[in-house]
């Protein structure tokens, strides 16, 4: 079930590159036969410490010097461990798969080998209106694409010459289009279904893929993870293969290995920047749960929320929840408590979230309520605190959203905020040294206040977020097993947004989560009826 869209059809191909996995539609990835590692893979394993940071500095290594200029003016002084492991690797002009947690520099470690491939690639003609595209990146998410394309940028600022776009779904295609042709780029950042809508529709464009030298396929677990593995072997086959080939992951499951043997060359090399027993969690997040039953669940987060602004100054906070629709009801909620919020999901427009996500960044003091599309690799830093609303879609998704504090060697804190029936949720993280929080004592005037706020919110909002909620858990094997408790829970959730009456919900939506009939559920009459 579409967490972002629940009861209504999955989403199509295209509009996968729109979410993360959980809240995509489409069934997982299926397996292959094993299939062996070369044996002339070399493995590497870099020892990596608290700090993220090395003290190998940048020109200590053959990079051009505007590249370099632009480094420190962006106030990179030595590298990350991450970029100190690969980049000899790459300028020797080796295949990599890096295992690398997000946060870590991996962006750059891909982009200045690849700007260094395009400076010693002959120049452009003037009279050659449709130059080739030398390096393609490609990432599973809008964001993730967006923010690569403006860290690319970043590293261009003295390049003149060099040229890098994004083309993403969301957006208009013949823009695009037209984009491309009056700017022609040497860089070019997509996400998988837009690309492959380009490559079947954009004039010439399958004739500049044959230029590329430098192909990058970044979080490439989430990519698979996603269901596009059709998508990136089309495109492995459209660009040419003498080529070098970087694929950047956060864990190395069996779909990236197989993926290996199709997009890198036999003797590239594999670099561990993660180490054993870290789960990609980072070391410094202080981990805390807190089990309350669903009507506490709004005034304890109001609560959480004002204690740890007290406590700092220059707080930054994301708010993780299951849905994109309960992910506008508490931004509505929050809103109405006069918080500095701010939302991100699905339902919103590209140029929106885009909008949103570089505020979120720039900002302090701040509340940025999302669903799972801000949950692997955006880069935001000094977040302090990570709250996480329900029952998360699984442990690597409690994980990567954890991620989004505690980046860069800094501490954080993560807060899960649970009903006392998915706490068997607990059992999948209880290795990650995260540990149960006392619930603070109930302020009766915070209470009043949410009550009020909640009064406020927009009926519309709650009635797609009491669908939505119930779209979510149908899909959460423990508890859509009983689907008669289910509704007793989502009229509880209902009750909690402060209905006494649940809302009506569509027969067909009903009878696509499979809860028709079910007692407890109002059923909305069809228009005329």
């Keep these: 079930m579409n967490s972002d869209d629940s009861g209504n059809n999955r989403a199509s191909k295209r509009g996968r590159e729109d979410k993360l996995a959980v809240d995509d539609s489409e069934p997982p990835v299926k397996?292959?036969?094993?299939?062996?590692?070369?044996?002339?893979?070399?493995?590497?394993?870099?020892?990596?410490?608290?700090?993220?940071?090395?003290?190998?500095?940048?020109?200590?290594?053959?990079?051009?010097?505007?590249?370099?200029?632009?480094?420190?003016?962006?106030?990179?002084?030595?590298?990350?461990?991450?970029?100190?492991?690969?980049?000899?690797?790459?300028?020797?002009?080796?295949?990599?798969?890096?295992?690398?947690?997000?946060?870590?520099?991996?962006?750059?470690?891909?982009?200045?080998?690849?700007?260094?491939?395009?400076?010693?690639?002959?120049?452009?003609?003037?009279?050659?209106?449709?130059?080739?595209?030398?390096?393609?990146?490609?990432c599973p998410t809008r964001e993730l694409a967006c923010q690569a394309a403006s860290e690319t940028k970043t590293l261009l600022k003295y390049h003149s010459s060099i040229g890098v776009d994004v083309v993403i779904g969301g957006t208009k295609l013949r823009a695009e289009q037209k984009r491309m042709q009056k700017h022609p780029c040497q860089i070019l950042v997509?996400?998988?279904?837009?690309?492959?809508?380009?490559?079947?529709?954009?004039?010439?464009?399958?004739?500049?893929?044959?230029?590329?030298?430098?192909?990058?396929?970044?979080?490439?677990?989430?990519l698979l993870a996603m269901g596009f593995r059709s998508d990136i072997e089309r495109i492995i086959s459209a660009v040419p293969k003498?080529?070098?080939?970087?694929?950047?992951?956060?864990?190395?499951?069996?779909?990236?290995?197989?993926?290996?043997?199709?997009?890198?060359?036999?003797?590239?090399?594999?670099?561990?920047?993660?180490?054993?027993?870290s789960d990609e969690t980072h070391q410094k997040v202080t981990q805390k749960y807190m089990i309350a039953s669903l009507d506490r669940h709004f005034s304890l987060i109001y609560m959480l929320l004002k204690r740890h602004m007290a406590d700092n100054v220059d707080y930054k906070v994301i708010i993780f929840c299951t849905t994109a629709m309960v992910t506008r009801l508490v931004a509505d909620l929050l809103g109405q408590l006069s918080l500095n919020v701010r939302e991100i999901h699905s339902r919103k427009s590209q140029s929106y979230r885009t909008r949103v996500s570089n505020e979120f960044r720039k900002s302090k003091c701040i509340i940025l309520v999302t669903s799972d599309v801000s949950a692997r690799g955006l880069d935001y830093p000094d977040v302090s605190l990570v709250v996480q609303m329900g029952l998360p879609s699984d442990r690597e998704q409690y994980i990567h959203r954890l991620g989004r504090t505690g980046q860069k060697g800094k501490e954080g804190k993560g807060v899960l905020v649970l009903a006392p029936w998915e706490k068997h949720f607990l059992s999948s993280v209880n290795d990650l040294s995260i540990t149960k929080a006392s619930l603070p004592q109930t302020d009766p005037e915070a209470v009043k206040k949410v009550q009020k706020a909640l009064s406020q919110v927009n009926m519309t909002n709650k009635e797609a977020a009491y669908q939505a909620w119930l779209g979510y858990y149908i899909s959460q094997k423990k508890i859509a097993r009983d689907t008669a408790r289910l509704v007793v829970l989502a009229n509880e959730f209902s009750r909690s947004m402060g209905l006494s009456i649940p809302p009506a919900i569509p027969v067909n939506v009903l009878d696509k989560m499979g809860l028709k009939n079910v007692p407890g559920l109002r059923v909305a009459l069809a228009p005329g009826s």
């Excluded at 590692?37 to 500095?57: C, G, P, Q, W």
């Excluded at 690309?195 to 500049?208: K, P, Q, V, Y």
């Design 242 to 277: 003498q080529r070098q080939t970087f694929l950047f992951s956060a864990t190395v499951p069996e779909e990236v290995r197989q993926i290996c043997h199709v997009a890198l060359k036999q003797d590239h090399e594999f670099v561990n920047c993660v180490q054993e027993g």
């Design 190 to 222: 997509a996400t998988p279904g837009r690309l492959i809508d380009h490559i079947d529709n954009t004039s010439g464009f399958a004739r500049r893929l044959k230029g590329v030298k430098v192909l990058v396929l970044d979080e490439a677990d989430h």
């Design 31 to 138: 397996k292959t036969a094993s299939t062996k590692a070369t044996e002339t893979t070399r493995i590497e394993h870099v020892e990596t410490s608290d700090s993220y940071l090395s003290n190998t500095r940048f020109d200590q290594f053959p990079l051009s010097p505007l590249s370099l200029k632009a480094l420190e003016d962006a106030g990179f002084k030595t590298m990350t461990v991450v970029q100190e492991a690969t980049l000899p690797i790459i300028l020797k002009g080796k295949d990599v798969l890096a295992k690398a947690k997000t946060g870590t520099g991996k962006t750059v470690a891909y982009l200045l080998p690849s700007i260094e491939a395009v400076i010693k690639s002959p120049p452009l003609s003037r009279d050659n209106r449709q130059p080739k595209i030398i390096v393609l990146v490609v």
